[in-house]
């Protein structure tokens, strides 16, 4: 039978590209267990199958006051209820939770065997109990007045909370383990005390920097206890999301009768011990081992563990310990992948960011949970006022609802009679005939005062961010009163640990710095390649007199070195200046470096790793300050820069640094003063000098007042651009300014009577954009083109009209890609 097209369409048979349905069903599977099953919501740190079965105790009634009941009933209702995922997952996430060698803060006090860390099963669901423990009561607080939102269960009979409120860190006290499709995540446990202590420190001041967070976070804090070596892994996890912690066992070497005994105590987290012990017999036995005879295991539930390997009388036990760090899990490596769902989308989150995220929900929750108290508050109050109206006129009202046919026939004659609504008429047909009393009358008037007083402080709490904050703390600091214990792990300090440099990938971004000192990087594709006449992508957002003063790309690996107004330099790498989105403001460079009052970064300059730390370069640093001073320095006199920064040349009382530009050594410099000079010269004229010396004048300066204003290295192909104060410019080929020896007065660039006094000076090309900002903040853009080339000195064209008062107080060059106008889903094809 031969095949008929017109047979497709009878039986109503669509035609399916097979690769295109293989790769939806796979995203659509691998997106549900990423977001229902595998991953932890950053707000609570729970996944799904916890919260359902916390939910669950909640409803039962399973509080600490309260008898244990089966477990196998828990897991039965959480299933037929919230998880139609099958019991053993169900009752395997309870037992976690209530293993004290699991959590760090058990959220299900369990009764009967629950499991060991010798990997012995728990008991069967049908043997065990269980109820909520004392701190995951915190977790449910309030739940049921409105703190959180709820979304109907799997067949639409009940609804369960999306997530719990959560009054304590629950994602970074307990952490969280998930493998999900295509990433997993491993967030280690902490200290309660230590995570509320950086939440505090994040309240007084969210832009406080990591140190100043590891200040109370130290590192993770497992429950099994056991040490961790150094501390560079931590600080990795916590600035990037990803880190390595290397975690060992706590031994201790004991003498006696002359043989020596290795006495283990603690053990790195989710080792296994019964398995550890036999792995130490087998590797012994097979001479991979030297110098162990056997073990023993003297662990107690009352006396703790007490692992003990013996040795034999030749063996040197410091040999032999160092041999179980390297050869055995004594010494594990735990791998920091701090990823959580945010707005139901997984990211791997800092320390700081997990941090906020956690602030924000919990603002929130006592935001909802002040709006419910408010609101049952005003609706109390309203029937107070009928209630206090009915005992006014008592015998009316009583003659009302006897002569009453029915209830709702009293309630309409009342609402018509005192004007009451619905609520108020239920309220007073409602009420007993013990409160028609003087004494109870005066209760309601004392509980109308003290709801008055209530509404208005939850009214003033609303209306005040700082105040929920403050509340905030205070919450958390109670849960920190009850619930805080001593560190378990300890952490050792190494030398020669690995840098956090070395998880840093390398990668090359694009850095800017606007001329307020907003600093950040961003991706290189950040900024797509776009046909001439596009629209162009969104740059940032930032104050209108704000812009783009510098840009340039360079590796996560490469050198930044900052200048500063005063002379200094300081050099960070790449990685060291926040990343932030396309349209983020970024950081205020002040806030990385420590920069002192007054003083501000005059200019980024980019140089390579292995530029910065050679011993002997071709490259030179060329300054030049506003009073004409140029000091040339060779770039390998700075390969060695404090974190604090170092002089790179000694100022003049009123003079400052201003410009900078690293050369190769052979080229030209041209430099503009106010007064409309100008002058070229080689940079050789400038001998290099010592990072101490002042440098040597580059300019002489005619008139009092008369300062540098731009400052620029000379390049093929390029045109010296001139603006003045009063909206002209000019550009001008180099050759229109001669060389002359560096010192001099120059030549005349611009007739400053005439066309007003000169304001900037840079070398463009054709392919750039300016940026001109007046004084009274307006801003505008032009392509670098659009200004016709003369020679100097003629006047040039209106590049910015001003105003009487008005003048131009700085000119920007930057690359014309980075159009701010529309987002990046808007640009055309």
Not at 487 to 493: F, G
Request: charged fraction near 30%; hydrophobic fraction near 35%.
């Amino acid at each position: 039978m031969g095949f008929d097209e017109t047979s497709l369409e009878e039986q109503k048979i669509i035609g399916v590209d097979v690769a295109r349905e293989m790769r939806r069903s796979y995203l659509d599977y691998s997106m549900s267990v990423i977001t229902a099953r595998a991953l932890p919501d950053v707000r609570d740190g729970l996944k799904p199958v916890h919260r359902r079965i916390l939910y669950t105790m909640h409803r039962n009634g399973l509080t600490p006051d309260k008898a244990y009941r089966k477990c196998a009933d828990t897991v039965g209702t959480v299933m037929g209820s919230y998880h139609p995922h099958g019991d053993q997952s169900i009752y395997d996430a309870l037992v976690r939770m209530a293993q004290d060698f699991s959590m760090r803060y058990m959220l299900v006090d369990g009764h009967g065997n629950f499991g060991t860390m010798d990997g012995d099963p728990p008991a069967a669901q049908r043997y065990t109990e269980s109820r909520m423990s004392r701190i995951s009561l915190e977790m449910l607080t309030n739940i049921d007045k409105d703190t959180v939102d709820f979304m109907p269960n799997y067949d639409d009979r009940l609804k369960e909370p999306t997530v719990l409120p959560s009054r304590f860190p629950n994602l970074l006290v307990n952490g969280s383990t998930g493998i999900a499709v295509g990433m997993a995540s491993n967030i280690p446990p902490h200290n309660l005390g230590e995570v509320i202590g950086a939440i505090g420190c994040m309240i007084d001041d969210p832009d406080r920097g990591l140190d100043e967070l590891m200040e109370h976070i130290q590192g993770p804090d497992f429950p099994t206890a056991g040490i961790i070596m150094g501390r560079s892994g931590i600080r990795a996890a916590y600035g990037t999301g990803r880190g390595k912690v290397i975690l060992r066992a706590k031994a201790e070497i004991r003498e006696k009768n002359g043989k020596f005994t290795i006495h283990v105590s603690e053990l790195p987290y989710k080792v296994n011990k019964s398995e550890l012990q036999k792995y130490i017999n087998d590797i012994a036995k097979e001479r991979k081992l030297e110098g162990v005879s056997g073990t023993d295991d003297f662990s107690s539930a009352r006396s703790g563990m007490d692992l003990v390997i013996y040795l034999k009388r030749d063996a040197n036990p410091q040999v032999v310990l160092n041999q179980l760090y390297t050869f055995t899990q004594m010494q594990i490596t735990f791998g920091v992948i701090m990823i959580a769902l945010v707005d139901g989308e997984p990211k791997v989150l800092t320390l700081k960011q997990i941090l906020r995220h956690y602030i924000d929900f919990q603002v929130q929750v006592l935001t909802r949970r002040t709006e419910y108290d408010l609101r049952k508050a005003r609706e109390r109050a309203h029937i107070l006022e009928a209630l206090l109206v009915a005992q006014d006129n008592i015998d009316e009202v009583i003659a009302i609802i006897r002569s009453s046919g029915s209830v709702p026939e009293a309630k309409e004659r009342l609402m018509e009679r005192f004007g009451f609504d619905d609520t108020q008429a239920t309220a007073i047909v409602q009420m007993r005939l013990g409160q028609l009393t003087g004494l109870e009358r005066g209760k309601l008037e004392e509980e109308k005062a003290q709801l008055a007083a209530q509404i208005q402080d939850w009214e003033e709490l609303l209306a005040s961010p700082e105040r929920l904050l403050a509340l905030l703390r205070d919450e958390l600091e109670k849960i920190k009163d009850r619930f805080n214990d001593p560190r378990r792990t300890e952490i050792m300090n190494i030398s020669g640990e690995v840098d956090v440099e070395d998880l840093i990938p390398v990668e090359d971004c694009v850095y800017t710095m606007t001329n307020m000192g907003y600093v950040k990087r961003m991706p290189i594709d950040t900024y797509q390649s776009q046909r001439r006449g596009g629209k162009g992508i969104k740059g940032m957002t930032r104050r209108e007199e704000d812009v783009v003063q510098t840009m340039f790309t360079c590796s996560t690996h490469d050198y930044v070195m900052a200048f500063t107004t005063k002379g200094r330099v300081y050099r960070l790498k790449g990685y060291e200046i926040p990343e932030g989105s396309r349209n983020a403001r970024g950081m205020n460079i002040v806030n990385i470096l420590p920069v002192d009052g007054g003083e501000s970064v005059s200019a980024l300059i980019q140089v390579s790793k292995a530029e910065a730390e050679a011993e002997k370069g071709e490259h030179y640093l060329c300054m030049v300050t506003r009073k004409g001073i140029i000091k040339r320095a060779a770039l390998s006199d700075f390969r060695y820069v404090r974190r604090n920064g170092v002089t790179a040349l000694h100022l003049d009382e009123d003079d400052e640094l201003a410009w900078v530009r690293l050369t190769d050594g052979a080229a030209d410099l041209i430099l503009a003063t106010r007064e409309g000079m100008a002058i070229r010269f080689r940079e050789t004229d400038a001998r290099a000098m010592g990072r101490a010396a002042r440098g040597v004048k580059a300019i002489t300066l005619g008139r009092e007042g008369d300062e540098v204003v731009g400052m620029d290295v000379i390049q093929p192909g390029k045109t010296v651009l001139t603006v003045t104060e009063t909206g002209f410019g000019r550009r001008s080929l180099p050759e229109n300014y001669r060389l002359q020896s560096r010192g001099g007065r120059g030549t005349i660039n611009y007739h400053c009577g005439r066309f007003g006094k000169v304001c900037a000076l840079a070398v463009v090309d054709d392919s750039e954009d300016l940026i001109f900002i007046s004084s009274d903040g307006v801003l505008i853009r032009t392509a670098a083109a659009g200004v016709s080339v003369n020679n100097r000195p003629a006047k040039g064209v209106r590049v910015m009209r001003t105003g009487e008062a008005e003048r131009v107080v700085t000119m920007v060059n930057i690359p014309a890609t980075e159009e701010e106008i529309i987002p990046e889903e808007e640009v055309p094809a």
